[in-house]
């Protein structure tokens, strides 16, 4: 039987690195984002849908979704946003089924979405690993590497789905609380371990 697990987790807990870190241990990872960029790309999908609801101005040069003017106009607009999700959701829901029918017996597949809890998406996995690390940590590699101001961190914060909450609703947790890749790659080999044993893998 092939393993699926989902992993999650806050605003710069350290996700793609966890990814990475899955992958280093022989895993298949798929990322939302990657998705929903595939979705949008020309070409895409979602394209053709997002187009005929938003209007042209979302709409490259290159047929492509611009991905500035449609965050613009999803904004503070929650009828837009939630237009936007029944269009992209339901198509990324189709890929990832698709990537999971690909798995051969001997695999371990691992989806990665920030939003996994807050689309519903958790419930069709093995299990759920949260990527955890404190608030003062993610605020600093907010500042420090998307350069944002402290306010406008905190702010990001405030407005998501707190850390505390994905990390109780999730079977796993690694903690990221250091800038060294060694101790997450650590908590990842010894987890896809773990897997490995439990399931007979």
Not at 40 to 57: C, H, K, L, Q, R
Not at 162 to 189: C, G
Request: with cysteine; proline share 2%; hydrophobic share 45%.
């Amino acid at each position: 039987m092939s393993l699926a697990f989902a992993l999650t987790g806050g605003i710069a807990c350290g996700k793609s690195t966890a990814e990475a870190c899955f992958k280093a241990c022989g895993c298949r990872v798929l990322d939302a984002d990657q998705v929903v960029r595939t979705l949008e790309s020309a070409g895409g999908a979602a394209v053709a849908p997002i187009v005929e609801y938003f209007g042209e101005t979302v709409l490259s040069a290159d047929g492509s979704i611009d991905r500035q003017a449609l965050a613009t106009k999803v904004f503070g607009d929650l009828e837009a946003r939630i237009a936007l999700e029944k269009i992209v959701h339901p198509l990324v829901r189709q890929a990832t089924a698709t990537w999971l029918a690909e798995a051969t017996p001997s695999d371990i597949s691992i989806f990665s979405a920030a939003l996994l809890y807050e689309c519903g998406w958790e419930g069709e996995w093995q299990g759920v690993v949260c990527v955890s690390a404190s608030r003062e940590t993610q605020i600093r590699r907010m500042c420090q590497i998307r350069g944002m101001t402290e306010a406008a961190a905190v702010a990001r914060l405030n407005a998501q789905m707190s850390l505390a909450e994905k990390a109780s609703r999730s079977n796993w947790i690694l903690e990221n609380d250091t800038d060294e890749l060694a101790p997450l790659q650590e908590q990842v080999t010894a987890l896809v371990a773990k897997w490995k044993n439990e399931f007979n893998h």
